[in-house]
């Protein structure tokens, strides 16, 4: 679809108010987003924010890359949501991606099974022992 098509309609008719969605550049800065993902993330001013710095505001600054190549997903504990991280790529198909759509959706077990571990659980473990029959 060429981007006049898109650059004619509002991005929240593209993209849909009901899903929270953000639109990044290539370096994971955010540009745009909805009122829907703002609503996730109060007292953070999200425009010109980077992905990683916002995850780290949650703990989850270790296992973020710099250029995604395929969809990813990471589970956000703290707002018990999963974040989905799609590359947009331009028609050229270049090695890496011109912008991507960040996706904040609710958690399913199929979502989950996506994600890596170490964000699917919270930090707290339990060495608690269960009393003896």
Request: contains cysteine.
């Amino acid at each position: 679809m060429p981007s006049s098509i898109i650059a004619k309609y509002s991005p929240d008719l593209v993209f849909g108010e009901n899903i929270p969605v953000a639109i990044t550049d290539s370096k994971l800065r955010i540009i745009w987003h909805n009122k829907k993902f703002r609503e996730n993330f109060t007292g953070i001013r999200l425009k010109g924010k980077d992905l990683v710095s916002l995850l780290s505001s949650f703990g989850i600054d270790k296992e973020i890359d710099s250029v995604y190549t395929k969809p990813t997903y990471r589970h956000i504990h703290q707002i018990n949501k999963v974040l989905h991280i799609v590359p947009l790529f331009d028609k050229n198909k270049k090695k890496t991606p011109d912008n991507y759509k960040i996706e904040l959706t609710e958690p399913t077990s199929e979502l989950l099974e996506k994600t890596s571990l170490s964000f699917s659980k919270p930090n707290d473990l339990d060495f608690s022992c269960p009393p003896f029959a």
